[in-house]
C-alpha cells in the first residue's frame, strides 16, 4: 500500500455503515489516488463492510467515551476524531449527508481541512419547514463547505433550490461493481410464470402501494403473474402503516398465492434472488412531507446491471438509469393505470425483455461503473489546491 497517498477522512454520523449504505462502502473501496479513514459514534456491520482504520468512541474505555461526547456537546466534534485525523494527517474531510455535514463542519474548522459534503436523498428534500427550512439548515454548510456532491441533474438543480451555490457542486453517479453482478438476459416463454420483484424499505417515498396494487389488478386477469416483495417495516407508525396497507391490497386482490414476502435480505441474497426474475418495479414518489428519492436508488442501477427490465417513475434522477422504451418503463408517479399498462405490455411483447435487459447492462456499463467512475478526480480538485 502506498503510504504517501493523501488521506480523506469519510464522516458517516451514528453508524459505520447501515446495512443499507452499500453505496457508501462502494465509493469509498473503489478509490485509488487516496487512503481512506472513516469517522462514526459506533461501528456495526464489520462483516458485511470490512475496513481499517475505523475510529469509533464503542471502541474506547468507559472514561474516554463519556468524555468525548460531553466535549462533543461543547465544542460540536468528538476529540478522539480529531487526534485520530491529525495522526493520519487528513487533508480533506467528506461528509457522508447533509446532516452529517452540520455536524462535521465544525471538524473541519479543527482541522483547517475542506470538507466535501454528499447529499443523497431525505438530506436534501425533507425539513418541517419546507425548502425554508433546508436553506436555513444548510447555510452555514453551503458558505463554509469546500464542495458538493449530487447523484444526477435533478439532485443538482434540489441543491441549487435550497441555496447551494452551482459553482460549488460536482455530479458524481454513484457507481456499483459489475464485477459482483453478473448479467443474465431474461426470456419469458408461452405459458411460463412471469415473476416480478420489488425491493425497497417500507416509506413512503419508495411507492410500493401503488407498485402492489398494479400488480394485483393484472394479476387478477393473468394467471402467469407472481410477485415478490423484498424489505420489510421497522418499528415506526409510519412504515406500519404501509406494511398493513400492502397486506391488506394483497389479501382482498384474490391473487395472495402468487404474492411472497420474502423479508429483508442482505445484497448477496437479493442479487441471487433477482436471477430468478424476469421485471424489477420501484415506483418511487415524492412524500407528502417532502422526502425524495434525491438521485436514485441504487438497486435500480443493480437490477439494470443485471440484465432486468426495469418499471419505475419519472421521479428525481431515475430517468437517467432507466430511459423509457429502451431500458424499461416510465410512468407518472402515483399512478397505477400506468404502473399496470407497463406491466400487461411486458406481458404482451415478451420480445422486449431480453432486449431492454442488454440496453440496461449497456447503460450501466457506460455510466455507472464504480471503478471506472470514481471520487478521485473530485478530490484531486481539492487536494492540489485548484479549487
Not at 475510529?55 to 472514561?63: E, F, K, M, R
Not at 485520530?84 to 494527517?89: E, L, M, V
Not at 433550490?161 to 460536482?170: A, L, N, T
Request: hydrophobic share 40%.
Amino acid at each position: 500500500m502506498d503510504e504517501t497517498r493523501p488521506v480523506v477522512a469519510h464522516f458517516v454520523g451514528k453508524i459505520y455503515l447501515k446495512a443499507s449504505e452499500n453505496w457508501i462502502y462502494r465509493q469509498v473501496r473503489a478509490l485509488e489516488t487516496v487512503r481512506s479513514i472513516f469517522l462514526a459514534k459506533r461501528r456495526q456491520n464489520s462483516e458485511a463492510y470490512p475496513w481499517e482504520p475505523v475510529y469509533t468512541l464503542d471502541a474506547l474505555p468507559t472514561p474516554n467515551r463519556v468524555y468525548n461526547q460531553l466535549a462533543g456537546e461543547l465544542v460540536g466534534y468528538f476529540p478522539f476524531h480529531r487526534a485520530a485525523c491529525r495522526r493520519g494527517r487528513v487533508r480533506l474531510l467528506h461528509a457522508h449527508f447533509g446532516l452529517n455535514a452540520i455536524r462535521g463542519l465544525p471538524l473541519a474548522r479543527a482541522l483547517r481541512v475542506p470538507m466535501l459534503v454528499s447529499f443523497y436523498g431525505r438530506d436534501m428534500y425533507h425539513h418541517r419547514d419546507g425548502a425554508s427550512g433546508l436553506r436555513r439548515s444548510y447555510r452555514r454548510v453551503f458558505a463554509e463547505g469546500a464542495g458538493f456532491i449530487a447523484e444526477g441533474p435533478a439532485a443538482r438543480e434540489q441543491l441549487v433550490r435550497i441555496g447551494c451555490p452551482p459553482e460549488k457542486i460536482h455530479i458524481h453517479r454513484l457507481g456499483i461493481d459489475l464485477s459482483e453482478i453478473p448479467v443474465s438476459l431474461r426470456y419469458i416463454g408461452a405459458g411460463t410464470p412471469v415473476r416480478v420483484l420489488m425491493a425497497a424499505r417500507f416509506t413512503e417515498k419508495k411507492g410500493l402501494p401503488y407498485g402492489v396494487e398494479a400488480f394485483c389488478r393484472v394479476a387478477a386477469t393473468d394467471s402467469r403473474l407472481h410477485l415478490t416483495i423484498v424489505g420489510e417495516a421497522d418499528a415506526s407508525d409510519a412504515e406500519q402503516r404501509i406494511r398493513q396497507q400492502i397486506h391488506a391490497l394483497v389479501a382482498r386482490s384474490g391473487v395472495a398465492s402468487r404474492v411472497r414476502f420474502a423479508g429483508f435480505l442482505s445484497n448477496a441474497e437479493l442479487h441471487a434472488l433477482a436471477r430468478e426474475h424476469h421485471l424489477f418495479v420501484h415506483p418511487s414518489i415524492r412524500a407528502a412531507q417532502g422526502d425524495a428519492e434525491g438521485g436514485h436508488p441504487v438497486v435500480i442501477t443493480e437490477m439494470a446491471a443485471a440484465g432486468m427490465p426495469v418499471i419505475a417513475t419519472r421521479h428525481c434522477d431515475i430517468p437517467e438509469v432507466v430511459v423509457d422504451r429502451q431500458t424499461g418503463w416510465l410512468c407518472e408517479e402515483r399512478s397505477v393505470e400506468q404502473l399496470a399498462a407497463a406491466l400487461r405490455e411486458a406481458l404482451a411483447k415478451p420480445d422486449l425483455i431480453p432486449d431492454y435487459g442488454a440496453a440496461g447492462r449497456k447503460l450501466v456499463e457506460e455510466k455507472y461503473d464504480a471503478r471506472r467512475n470514481t471520487l478521485d478526480p473530485v478530490y484531486a480538485e481539492y487536494l492540489s489546491g485548484s479549487r
